[in-house]
Each structure stands twice: as structure tokens, then as C-alpha cells.
């Protein structure tokens, strides 16, 4: 039989049965989420994180380690290696009315073909988060037009570690959008993600930890500690290509770019300045971190 008619039937049949979520745990080194849905493409449970910059924005996540394996350079292989599960600060920038970044992962593949995931029952998800509650979205195929981008969604908590949500606690908000029956759209999901969106100059710090089907997750990992943010005190100071410091003793400073890389790094005290004249213009973040301080900022060369 044409291979292309037996790839088309698999993926038929994967959109018409139910398949089973194999619960993620970052603590094992898991870089891929087994979805067991893959379409034939064997690209789907990778990790990847989208934002607002096609729409005008400057949201960003800044990772603690850069991305990228022997394979992509945006993988994210390396975070879930240095966190135990996926972990970043997260800023969200001026430039769009609604602002958002985040992370997640596609069940089938990259075209975001849809799946029946109704046997799961609902997610389970084990985190931690500072700042900006997470927003645990059940993507669907062809959001445009099915949904009009109001999807399915429920908000985790920033004073808990665990949750276990099934299908119920999943909404679509009123007055916008295209409204669609859950029954329906549980048949149609695409992908599991994590948004964190708010207000333009909001900051947070997230790490997912466990990700699996509803009641599967067990008990929350032991905590990773998350530094307070010392944004009283420490300022990261621009001033055309000069990058100068407050409230800092002894510290050191990484200036990243939007792949997560960092392009610069130093040693430095409030009587420092970075000079930044040779990276190309656009939005970086510069992390602060040294004994007393861990501090995250966004910046904008021109």
C-alpha cells in the first residue's frame, strides 16, 4: 500500500482515538513529552516557548542557561537539565495591548494537527511560580477560525505547587471569540501550554515540573528555591550603548538575547559600566546575580 495513504490513515485514526499522556518529569532528564500521538513526524512532546513579538511586542523569557542542542539551537534541552523541569523569568514588554509569552508542547507534531484527548480526563501539573500566575491552555488546530484564539484555559495558582484540573475546570472567557462546545473541542487539542500575560512591566519566575494526564502527576517535587527579586534596590542603568548599575555590591551581570544566549558577561559593582556598542540593536535582558541580589531587566538598544 502508498506510504502516503498509510501516514494519512494514522493520522486520521489518531484524531478519532483516544491515546494516553505518559506523565513529564523534568527531574528525570525527560526532554520530550511522550504524547504516544506522534503523527510520523517524530517532532511532537519537544518543549518550545512562542510570544508577543509578531504582534508588535517585546514579552521575553530569560533562561538560566542558553538553549540549544547538537540539533537546534532553541531547544531547550539545556533548561530542563540546570531546573529539573522548565524554569525562566519572564518579563512582559510594551509594544502590544496584550501582552504574553510561554512555553509548551505540541501532541502530534509541528503542523498542530488536532487529537482526542477526552480519555485523559483533564491535566495534572506540578510547579512552582512567582509573580505571574501560569495559564494552563488546551491549544486547538486552526485556533483562528475554530476558536478565533478564545480557547480553553484555566489559571494555576501562585500559592500552590500542584493541581489536578480536569476537563470542568477549563473555560472559554464571554463576550469574545468563537464559543465551542468542550465535547467537541477536547477531540480537536493541538497542544498543552503554559501563557503568563498581564500588564506591560510585570515580572515572574516559573518552573514546570510534572505534566501529565489528570490524577498521574503524584506529589509535588521537592521545591527549587526561587531568589526574590531585589528590584527595590538594584537598577540596571541605559544610556545610549552604556550599561551602568545601582545597588549593587559585588555581582555579575549576563546580558541575553531573545534565543536565550548570552551575548555578554562581567563582573560588576555600582561604580561599573558595560559598554554594549557591539551587539546589534533589539530587546535584550540583563540578569544581576551575585550573593544578596537576582535580579532580571529588560533593555532595548537602538
Keep these: 500500500m502508498n506510504k502516503k495513504i498509510l501516514l494519512g490513515a494514522a493520522v486520521l485514526a489518531a484524531t478519532t482515538m483516544s491515546f494516553g499522556l505518559v506523565t513529564w518529569s523534568g527531574a528525570n532528564g525527560d526532554y520530550r ?17 512562542y ?32 531546573c529539573g523541569g522548565l524554569c525562566g523569568d519572564v518579563s512582559l514588554g510594551a509594544g502590544y495591548d496584550y501582552p504574553f509569552v510561554g512555553v509548551g508542547f505540541n501532541l502530534m507534531g509541528p503542523t498542530q494537527t488536532g487529537a482526542n484527548i477526552t480519555s485523559w480526563g483533564g491535566v495534572c501539573v506540578n510547579y512552582q511560580a512567582t509573580g505571574i500566575a501560569p495559564i494552563l491552555e488546551l491549544g486547538p488546530e486552526d485556533e483562528a477560525t475554530l476558536t478565533e484564539y478564545n480557547n480553553y484555559t484555566s489559571t494555576l ?25 468542550q465535547a467537541e473541542y477536547l477531540t480537536k487539542v493541538a497542544a498543552i501550554k503554559f ?88 530587546v535584550y535582558m540583563v540578569r544581576v546575580a551575585g550573593q544578596a541580589v537576582n535580579h532580571s531587566q529588560k533593555i532595548i538598544l537602538k
Design 51 to 82: 510570544d508577543d513579538q509578531n504582534n508588535g511586542g517585546s514579552s521575553a523569557v530569560t533562561w538560566p542557561v542558553p538553549t540549544g542542542n547538537a540539533y537546534d539551537d532553541s531547544a531547550l534541552d539545556p533548561i530542563i537539565d540546570e
Design 195 to 282: 501563557k503568563f500575560s498581564g500588564k506591560a512591566g510585570t515580572t515572574g519566575h516559573f518552573n514546570i515540573q510534572t505534566v501529565g494526564e489528570s490524577g498521574k502527576c503524584g506529589a509535588a517535587p521537592a521545591p527549587v528555591a526561587i531568589s526574590a527579586k531585589a528590584t527595590s534596590s538594584v537598577k540596571a542603568m541605559l544610556s545610549g550603548r552604556t550599561l551602568s548599575f545601582a545597588g549593587v555590591s559585588a555581582a555579575t551581570a549576563e546580558v541575553i538575547n531573545l534565543q536565550g544566549q548570552v551575548v555578554l558577561q562581567a563582573a560588576v559593582s555600582s561604580s561599573s559600566a558595560l559598554n554594549l556598542a557591539s551587539l546589534d540593536a533589539g
Design 33 to 49: 513529552v511522550d504524547t504516544e500521538l506522534d503523527d510520523g513526524s517524530d517532532e511532537s512532546g519537544y518543549w518550545f516557548s
Design 157 to 181: 495558582s501562585l500559592s500552590a505547587t500542584s493541581a489536578d484540573l480536569p476537563f470542568a475546570k477549563f473555560k472559554q472567557e464571554s463576550g469574545w471569540g468563537n464559543k465551542v462546545d
